[in-house]
């Protein structure tokens, strides 16, 4: 049936008004005698019958493989947004990826510049914003829009730079040292004022903002799909110049379609071509995952994890069904066996006497009456099997993984996969942090207002840990040590992937170690050489107050000399001074050439 539901009201009692309104459907076919209520209701099913036509393969989703399906996603990409937002919410499988992978890849943000006062000032203001907030909320619009809208509000700020100067050191850049401890310098006292930069940051609905324009070459705009209270609103400003800040900084314009296309293209999305308002461009932009230039929206990526949620919640439907069915049963009476068959007067007898006493815990009968309980059964209620063959799909697909976990006990496909999902993991990470640096930290530094107030190029963004490691590998730990060692590599890197090590936190403890703690604890490296031990600058372990200890008593290394010493009271001369001691041995040979050249010289 493809043309719309109506009612004809013929019969009495029907008010004169509604009758002869006539009512034109989709199909082109005018109706009269409907009611206004009817309409409506024809109106919508005419709309839904439309939409069906449009999906491939028709009503009978005929058409092809991927047509076949009891489940068909929507084509509209805001209801797809929509779907994968309820999946991140509501299902356990897709919501513990989304906070694992937040918790894995958005740890630790901060900036690290060639100059360290700018540093300084773009962590200060990171803080002010809370940038991490607005990382981990972008990492979740990513996962669930395949999109994230970021609006900043622009503003001056002072930043006073905090901290002190670099500690003094010698001509061989050793730090001077004063009781045990580097001189910390002279506490810093610049201040950078009125920097123009954002004073708050926050993500916009995906499903509000439309792109809109030409889409090739950058060219595209974005537009905000408006309410009529907020189109009220900027006419109101444009006409009087009186509104709210927001409004007036945030919207640029009206947007009307350039081609009856694209009012088509909008009005099938369900937007209102007629209230559409532009977005400031300084002040909003996006960033998607990877699309086609002519294509407005990104893919939505956990489309393909919809065909997976339904089964699973027609699955869970089916257990509950099951679980609610077996609170009922059927009570089974049987009278007579195969070799004494009860005839129908016993039958009717037996129903009979059921009926009256039915609610009384007595019954009475022969050897031939067996009562019996019938119930569901539950052999394949609940099965885990079932549960983990699904939620193995969802976690592949969610964690963009090549195979689904589990499949494989070849502990080299498991490190695979895991370096798979690390790099998946680490190229979201980089889309974020390539736009907080362009769109942010970039045009905050070339700003014609702050000239001179930095004195480099714009920082980056460093998220920590650097890399992501989902699987122990000792053979990366052993070359981490080695580059550490051969100096390739800095402390802070090697501490990051260690274990996500703070080296400020670690510096700070380990000067309190030295102060307090190094001359009791002694700790040491079996056989080393006392100027290779952790515990003590500029070679030896240091006692308390920084004074350093004679050598062979910090704790580690072999005595001087290189040997074991002597455990006896009484120690060898050295062997110059027993040398010279001994008498000299002479032979009969060279007494007589003695003897002949004092001969010749007479």
């Given at each position: 049936?493809?043309?719309p539901i109506?009612?004809?009201?013929d ?29 409506e209701?024809?109106?919508v ?23 076949r399906?009891?489940?068909v ?5 805001f ?10 919410e509501?299902?356990?499988?897709v ?13 630790d943000?901060?900036f ?7 540093a300084?000032?773009?962590n ?34 002072t930043?006073k730079?905090r ?6 050191r ?10 045990g ?5 002279e506490?810093?006292?610049?201040t950078v ?8 940051l ?20 974005l ?10 609103a900027?006419?109101q ?8 800040a ?21 009005v099938?999305m369900?937007?209102?071509?007629d209230?559409?308002l532009l977005l ?20 939505v990526?956990?489309?393909r994890?919809?065909?997976?949620l339904?089964?699973k ?6 257990d ?6 077996n609170?009922?049963?059927i ?8 070799d ?8 009717d007898?037996?129903n ?12 009475i009968?022969?050897h ?6 019938v ?9 885990p099997?079932r ?11 969610t964690?963009?993984?090549l195979?689904a976990?589990g ?17 998946g ?9 390539r ?8 045009r ?9 107030k930095?004195?480099?190029n714009e ?30 590599l ?6 990051e ?8 936190t670690?510096?700070q403890?380990?000067?309190e170690?030295?102060?307090?703690y ?32 004679p ?28 040398a ?8 009969k ?6 003897a ?7």
């Open positions: 049936m493809t043309g109506i009612e004809r009201l019969g009495p009692g029907v008010p004169d008004d509604i009758k002869g309104q006539p009512w034109i459907g989709a199909d082109g076919v005018v109706y009269a005698d409907v009611a206004p209520y009817m309409r209701i024809a109106a099913y005419s709309k839904w019958v439309e939409d069906q036509r449009l999906v491939p393969g028709g009503a009978d989703r005929g058409g092809g493989m991927f047509d399906n009891a489940y996603p929507p084509e509209n990409v209801e797809q947004m929509r779907i994968a937002r309820r999946a991140v509501n299902d356990d499988v919501g513990e990826v989304a906070d694992v992978t937040e918790g894995l890849a958005v740890n943000v901060h690290e510049a060639e100059e360290r006062d700018d300084e000032v773009f200060q203001w990171a803080a002010v914003v809370d940038l991490d907030s607005y990382v981990r909320t972008a990492w979740r619009s990513l996962l669930s829009d395949s999109q994230v809208v970021t609006a900043a509000w622009w503003g001056y700020r930043f730079l901290g002190r100067v670099a500690p003094p010698d001509d061989d850049g050793i730090v001077e040292l004063e009781k401890l580097p001189k910390q310098g506490k810093r006292k610049r004022a009125d920097v123009y930069c954002p004073l708050a926050t993500t916009l609905d995906s499903t509000k903002v439309i792109p809109v324009g030409n889409l090739m070459f950058g060219m595209e705009q537009a905000w799909s408006a309410t009529e209270a907020e189109v009220r900027f006419r400003f444009e006409d009087d110049g009186i509104g709210d927001l409004i007036a900084r945030l919207f640029v314009g009206v947007y009307r379609p350039g081609s009856d296309e694209e009012r088509r293209r909008l099938k369900g937007v209102n071509p209230a559409l400031n461009p300084g002040m909003v932009w996006r960033k998607t995952l990877t699309r086609p230039h002519h294509q407005p929206w990104a893919d990526r956990l489309k994890t919809f065909r997976w339904d089964l919640q027609q699955l869970m439907s089916s509950r069904v099951s679980l609610i069915g609170a009922n049963y009570l089974l009476i049987k009278k007579g066996t195969d004494h068959p009860a005839d129908q007067t016993e039958v007898a037996l009979a006497s059921y009926q009256h006493i039915a609610k009384l815990p007595v019954m009968g022969d031939r009456l067996s009562i019996e309980i119930t569901p059964k539950l052999d394949m209620t609940l099965n099997e549960y983990d063959a699904i939620d193995a799909r969802l976690f592949s697909t964690l963009m993984a195979v976990p499949r494989s006990a070849n502990g080299d496909r498991a490190g695979s996969m895991g370096k798979a999902i690390a790099r993991l680490q190229n979201r990470r980089k889309l974020i942090r736009d907080i640096e362009s769109n942010i930290a970039r905050i530094v070339e700003h014609p207002v702050n000239e001179g930095f004195k480099g920082p980056n963004l460093v998220f920590g840990p650097r890399n992501l490691n989902l699987e122990s590998d000792s053979g990366a730990l052993s070359s981490i040590q080695f580059l550490l060692a051969r100096g390739d800095s402390r802070r890197t090697a501490l992937e260690a274990g996500d090590f703070d080296m400020d670690e510096a403890r380990r000067t170690e030295r102060e307090h190094d001359h009791i604890f002694q700790s040491s490296t079996p056989h080393d050489s006392p100027d290779n031990q952790p515990f003590g600058a500029q070679g030896g372990a240091k006692g308390p107050g920084g004074n350093a200890l050598p062979g008593q910090g704790g580690g290394g072999r005595p001087p000399g290189g040997r074991k010493p002597s455990t006896t009271p009484r120690s060898r001369a050295p062997r110059a001074e027993a010279s001691a001994k008498p000299a041995k002479t032979t040979r060279a007494a007589k050439k003695t002949k050249k004092e001969s010749s010289d007479d």
